[in-house]
């Protein structure tokens, strides 16, 4: 029998009543107490890790069932039978239903999950993380039964014959996609040949991205490790980030963002450790070309090898069934696009078999200092395509580029590697006829074919570690990793504008020179040095472009006074703000007057190069547009761009702006931005004290993505105005809250 959810306090309701424990439960079964604070943040205690997971997928379908049940029909390759085969995917990178059904199916039939649950940890998951996932997916189910799917509180998905029970296998090719989000999963089109270039194209994927500090004992006035969070992932989908709090009293108790529908925290902290990730520009697959023996067969070493054949049937909304045949060889799925008659390509990911990750990050999270973070990234090497950046409460700041990345040297890419056949993949291209061009492996990793702990950049420092998803080489200015294989990105290279910007913040405010105060950080001058909102490109040309105003005044003196009055911030009321955005984006390349000295990463390149007739008709462009459209010149972040209606502040990747945003297309003529869909998402600013952490907060976008739940935009209000979350971390503070509801449930065997 299965008791139903017990509400046993609300708001208002006394601390000793609100620190109730949870019940034991039956041998095997569930027992959890969900302690809910302000903004809806679930605060999750259980005894044990099944018990733990069954609670967070409890309290996650409270909040975004819908979400999590439409990507469950993702992943099993049914978005046509029930949404139609040309509709748009709800994948990070949408694609045609069919497409993505193809793509799913065939990774369920290659049985990769099956193979990996059947070893044993590392290379398997751990038994405490099979127990969670297990957990997870029971308290989700029993949400829904309790609730029932025409009851619902989500319109998006009540009554939908879609919705049903999840299960592990679910979750484990859930995890297995999201390592695979910038490699396999991001190229389903040419894998499974059926990009349609007749569709009309819409924007370009919001890219992944982020910002990371890790401040040391030398650059924070109170002497311990300080960690600034800003991942730059979708507002949308399955990759949007879930803010928890998950205990077992006495084995765990950490904090922070969790992406949908995955039962361990990405980023966040406990109470002597802190980490953070940003995306790495090291490879992650590679690409083998094959050289074709004759039918569907291929060379190695003189030998001809047969391809695999994969037949994949996908169900249609009619009933009727569409076979789809794929191509796969030694190396991976060979790819669709780039045949000739001499040669085929196949996909190599490193990430192929990787479910690592969730074991690693759930040993992050039980990190008693830094050696043991180091330690259990050894153990496990299973972080995907992200750079960790960690500290404790000592103030030692740690950066590493732990991700899966193919083991190619530059020896052997300067000998194997060629020219790409396809169009903007930015791969390594093997030649796949010799296996001398195989990944090597080192005997430190815990896999083959992967570059092991060794060969990784890294660096600890006592003052700070940052990236801005720059290549690895400018993590701290004064000590300039180099020596590393290409494969885990260039060094020498052009910055870009965020991670300047970036590294100029941290500089100020060392310094003392960026008007907060003294030198050095605490928690509130790193709440204030992240929200300056400047725009670094405005800041580098806005010289350069005054000159051009005065030197040719058929110039429109309405937008030169404008840019000459704007302070350079992308506030909520910055006039100028937009349409510097404007012009910028119309130059349709950075028009810099220095160009990039890799002797000077920090101060080049710089200036507006005003003697090209193109910046002169970029202004004159953005001008039209907006005079045209009876837009004002004086068009703010606040009047032009928003989320669910509410304005938001901020300015682009391009123009140089540290937590930025990223609007859904072009300005309109009506003066307003298609809706944000990506820039800063889980902000995080914590201190780490010998008296625990000290932690601000804020989900941009909110904890549900349920559009009728009182916590859909709440967080995202507090955003726009540049507020944050006090956490709430002990179990005094979460008792403390005036707003604290609690329900305990029990699930017995």
Request: charged fraction near 20%; include cysteine; charge should be negative.
């Amino acid at each position: 029998m299965k008791l139903r959810p017990l509400v046993i306090a609300l708001a208002l309701l006394a601390p000793a009543v609100a620190t109730v424990p949870a019940a034991e439960a039956a041998d095997g079964g569930y027992s959890v107490t969900i302690r809910r604070t302000e903004y809806g943040i679930p605060h999750i205690t259980a005894k044990d890790y099944g018990g733990l997971g069954f609670g967070y997928g409890y309290a996650f379908a409270q909040d975004n069932l819908c979400t999590l049940a439409s990507w469950v029909v993702t992943l099993r390759g049914e978005r046509s039978r029930y949404f139609g085969p040309e509709a748009e995917s709800d994948d990070p990178k949408p694609v045609a239903n069919l497409t993505s059904d193809v793509y799913y199916k065939s990774v369920a039939a290659s049985g990769v999950v099956r193979r990996l649950l059947a070893r044993p940890a590392p290379v398997g998951p751990s038994d405490d993380l099979r127990r969670l996932v297990d957990g997870y997916v029971a308290g989700y189910n029993r949400y829904l039964e309790d609730t029932g799917v025409a009851n619902l509180p989500d319109p998006r998905c009540r009554g939908k014959a879609w919705v049903g029970p999840i299960t592990a296998t679910d979750m484990w090719n859930n995890l297995l996609d999201l390592g695979q989000m910038i490699s396999s999963s991001s190229l389903k089109e040419a894998i499974t040949g059926m990009a349609e270039p007749e569709r009309p194209k819409p924007e370009p994927p919001p890219a992944a991205g982020s910002n990371a500090w890790v401040l040391g004992r030398q650059a924070t006035r109170g002497g311990g490790g300080m960690v600034l969070a800003d991942p730059h992932f979708p507002w949308q989908g399955i990759r949007r980030f879930y803010q928890v709090q998950l205990t077992i009293p006495g084995v765990l108790d950490f904090s922070g963002a969790s992406l949908y529908g995955t039962p361990v925290v990405q980023i966040g902290h406990n109470a002597k450790v802190a980490w953070t990730h940003t995306v790495s520009h090291a490879q992650h697959f590679t690409v083998y070309r094959l050289k074709l023996a004759g039918g569907h067969s291929y060379l190695v070493d003189g030998r001809a090898e047969p391809m695999g054949e994969q037949e994949v049937p996908v169900t249609l909304p009619d009933g009727t069934v569409s076979v789809h045949t794929l191509l796969t060889s030694r190396y991976g799925p060979v790819l669709a696009t780039g045949h000739t008659d001499e040669a085929a390509y196949a996909l190599a990911d490193a990430n192929a078999a990787n479910l690592r990750a969730a074991d690693e990050w759930l040993a992050l999270a039980r990190a008693g200092n830094l050696d043991e973070l180091r330690t259990a990234q050894r153990t496990y090497q299973g972080m995907p395509f992200v750079h960790t950046l960690a500290t404790d409460v000592s103030g030692t700041a740690y950066f590493a580029d732990t991700s899966v990345v193919p083991h190619v040297t530059d020896a052997e890419a300067k000998r194997c590697a060629e020219p790409s056949p396809v169009p903007g993949l930015d791969a390594y291209v093997l030649d796949g006829s010799t296996s001398a061009c195989l990944w090597g492996r080192d005997g430190d990793a815990v896999v083959p074919g992967v570059f092991g702990p060794g060969s990784q950049p890294r660096l600890i420092r006592a003052d700070y570690v940052a990236n801005s998803n720059n290549t690895y080489w400018m993590t701290n200015p004064a000590k300039p990793l180099t020596g590393y294989p290409k494969a885990y990105g260039e060094t020498g290279t052009d910055l870009q504008p965020r991670p300047r910007v970036s590294l100029d913040m941290i500089a100020k405010r060392l310094s003392g020179t960026d008007g907060l105060g003294a030198p050095g950080f605490t928690l509130e001058t790193l709440q204030a040095t992240v929200h300056g909102k400047r725009n670094l490109s405005f800041e580098l040309m806005r010289s350069d472009l005054l000159k051009l105003c005065r030197t040719h005044p058929e110039l429109s003196h309405e937008a030169c006074q404008t840019l000459s009055e704007w302070d350079g911030r992308a506030t909520l009321d910055g006039e100028g703000a937009v349409l510097w955005r404007e012009f910028f984006t119309r130059l349709g390349r950075p028009m810099w007057r220095v160009p990039f000295d890799p002797a000077r990463p920090l101060t080049t390149p710089s200036g507006l190069k005003i003697d090209d007739p193109a910046v002169r008709q970029a202004l004159a462009d953005a001008v039209l547009f907006f005079r045209s459209n009876r837009i004002p010149l004086t068009l703010t972040p606040g009047q032009a761009q928003s989320y669910s209606s509410i304005p938001l502040p901020g300015c682009t990747e391009g123009e140089g702006c540290f937590d930025r945003v990223r609007t859904g297309g072009p300005l309109g003529t009506d003066g307003r931005y298609p809706e944000v869909d990506t820039g800063s998402s889980f902000m995080m600013a914590v201190e780490l004290t010998p008296d625990g952490p000290r932690t601000r907060t804020v989900l941009t976008y909110s904890l549900s993505a349920n559009p009728a739940s009182p916590h859909h935009t709440d967080q995202t209000a507090l955003f726009s105005r540049g507020g944050w979350v006090t956490e709430r971390f002990t179990t005094a503070e979460v008792a403390a809250d005036p707003q604290l509801e609690i329900i305990t449930i029990h699930e017995e065997p």
